[in-house]
């Protein structure tokens, strides 16, 4: 079963604020279908940034453009049809089947007081199985466990085939077949991707682009190669990096003398 792919958007930050210092002006442009980590220390404003993107905050100051268009002067259904958020909180209704959380993802493209149409009901499967979860699908959404939960969560945000797609610490809860396995298929996607990782050797496996936060302020944005250096790694977050090989750090504290290694 397949279904066509949406159209990738492009996502345009200008000069983008919240709240009293929370989040300093963030300027950048991510092409159709870039992935972009977003990295930061505890309380960087990663999850703020987010926010802003998903048009969940108004911004203090700046826009946020999604293919040229501001997000806040666009309906909120229009932009849920283009932008779908994959949070860390969960939805409380427990009681709804894994399907019925994953046919949410519809809502945004249905009519008004329109039911699930076939091609709703075929988006959905596709999402299940994408997601391994063909066999979930009658289970209350309550009896699943963490990481199980975190996969409806992604297969939610594929029903409603986004041309952006954010994640706020998607691998939280999963194994680590799990977590490579759900940042393959978002990154095959083939939607513009932002997401905040804490991993940093997973983050140079996934993204194309970094965005790497400190106290609210950008300190750097560009293709992850090029960004993600033991220097900008000690001052983001403090510690010092070790690279092993074209695609891994092993991570120490500055005053230990041995690296501690990362599993
Ligand atoms: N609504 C709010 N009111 C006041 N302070 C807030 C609000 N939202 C976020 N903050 C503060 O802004 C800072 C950034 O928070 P944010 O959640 O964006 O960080 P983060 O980088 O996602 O952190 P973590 O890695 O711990 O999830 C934190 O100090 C947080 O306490």
Redesign the pocket.
Same mark, same amino acid.
């Given at each position: 079963m397949s279904c066509p792919a949406p159209l990738p958007a492009t996502l345009t930050l200008e000069q983008v604020s919240w709240?009293a210092g @929370?989040?300093h002006p963030v300027s950048l442009t991510l092409a159709r279908g870039r992935v972009l980590g977003v990295l930061?220390?505890?309380?960087?404003?990663?999850?703020? @940034?987010l926010r802003l993107i998903y048009r969940f905050h108004t911004p203090k100051s700046g826009r946020v453009l999604l293919d040229g268009a501001d997000i806040h002067a666009t309906p909120a259904r229009k932009v849920a049809q283009r932008v779908a958020a994959v949070l860390?909180e969960q939805p409380t209704d427990f009681a709804l089947t894994v399907a019925e959380i994953v046919a949410l993802g519809r809502a945004p493209h249905r009519r008004a007081l329109a039911g699930p149409s076939a091609h709703d009901a075929h988006i959905v499967e596709h999402a299940l199985d994408r997601m391994s979860l063909r066999a979930f699908a009658s289970r209350p959404f309550g009896t699943l466990s963490g990481g199980e939960r975190q996969r409806v969560m992604v297969a939610r945000a594929l029903a409603q085939e986004p041309g952006l797609i954010v994640l706020?610490?998607p691998t939280n809860h999963l194994d680590i077949r799990h977590q490579l396995e759900v940042l393959r298929l978002v990154r095959g996607l083939g939607a513009t991707v932002v997401a905040?990782l804490?991993d940093l050797n997973l983050v140079r496996g996934f993204a194309d682009d970094v965005l790497v936060?400190k106290d609210?302020q950008p300190l750097a944005f560009g293709p992850v190669t090029d960004v993600l250096t033991p220097d900008l790694i000690a001052r983001a977050f403090g510690v010092r990096a070790q690279a092993r090989g074209p695609a891994r750090f092993d991570f120490s504290l500055f005053d230990d003398m041995q690296p501690e290694k990362q599993a």
């Open positions: 709240g @929370l989040l930061g220390a505890n309380g960087a404003g990663k999850s703020t @940034l860390q706020d610490e905040s804490h936060l609210g």
